[in-house]
């Protein structure tokens, strides 16, 4: 799908998105971006193999902003871009043969955090596969701290699918924690980070606080994995909102086995009571 932006960037955004279940599809799935423009992207729900190929329409919050740093309602945040090959993998799971070493790239903040901020990512870019090939791609994080943090391609256990040979851009959207007010008071915006406590698809699911009331029954979420303690790999998804919270699960693909259990994780959050445009 193409989504347009209410107002075109003065320079090409970086975007984060975040998979949900709203439409009751509880396959291992993401939504990959390509084509992002100063006036909007194109997204769509992907599966990792050896998955029911069949695709459900996923209704997904998404958050654009333009790298650099700024403040926002009081908040600082901090946009920017890497371009890499390097890749973390389920080395211990069906491993594809030729694999380079697992490798993590340092991103240096420009801005000194006062605590470890909600760290938001997503892949930006479609240069090693198409909407229909097999090279799954998500983002690996680990290593948030108040100045830097860690960030491969991940592969999860679908190394025997597919090569990365070209560069993938990773975005990130760095957000100090706390509440802001937005749009003269029209809009709340909430970042928080959880505890070492979100766990994989088939365990329990967590609820996230966001730090404060919103008010509206159904927020605007984004989240990401933002440790990596799973030897198997994983990424964040949605399970539903309330006004104070957010059911997040770590999901995983099922290419080497069909278990999606998951050790605890760290998970970043932002949300919104509505849309907004700054």
Not at 190 to 213: C, H, L, M, Q, Y
Not at 227 to 251: C, E, M, N
Not at 261 to 268: D, F, G, L
Request: charged residues 15%; contains cysteine; hydrophobic residues 35%.
């Amino acid at each position: 799908v193409s989504i347009d932006f209410t107002k075109p960037f003065a320079e090409v955004p970086v975007v984060v998105v975040t998979p949900a279940t709203e439409s009751g599809n509880t396959d291992p799935a993401t939504v990959r971006l390509k084509d992002i423009t100063t006036s909007g992207f194109s997204a769509r729900v992907t599966k990792p193999p050896k998955t029911n190929r069949g695709y459900h329409t996923e209704k997904v919050a998404f958050l654009a902003a333009a790298p650099g740093v700024r403040q926002l309602g009081g908040l600082q945040v901090e946009a920017g871009t890497i371009s890499t090959q390097k890749c973390v993998y389920a080395s211990n799971k069906c491993p594809g043969s030729g694999l380079p070493g697992i490798e993590w790239q340092q991103i240096n903040f420009a801005y000194e955090f006062p605590a470890p901020p909600a760290f938001l990512t997503s892949v930006q870019t479609l240069n090693n596969k198409n909407f229909f090939a097999e090279t799954w791609l998500t983002v690996g994080v680990n290593g948030v701290s108040t100045s830097d943090a860690w960030v491969p391609l991940e592969r999860a256990e679908t190394t025997s699918y597919g090569r990365v040979n070209k560069d993938e851009v990773v975005g990130y959207i760095a957000i100090q924690g706390g509440t802001a007010t937005l749009q003269s008071g029209a809009v709340t915006m909430a970042a928080a980070v959880s505890g070492k406590n979100v766990r994989g698809w088939t365990n329990e699911i967590v609820d996230v606080p966001f730090g404060t009331d919103l008010s509206v029954g159904s927020p605007l979420v984004v989240a990401s994995q933002c440790t990596h303690y799973g030897p198997d790999g994983g990424w964040a998804r949605l399970q539903g909102a309330t006004s104070s919270s957010v059911k997040v699960a770590i999901d995983e693909d099922v290419t080497c086995d069909t278990e999606r259990s998951h050790p605890e994780e760290i998970v970043s959050v932002c949300a919104f009571s509505g849309p907004c445009l700054l």
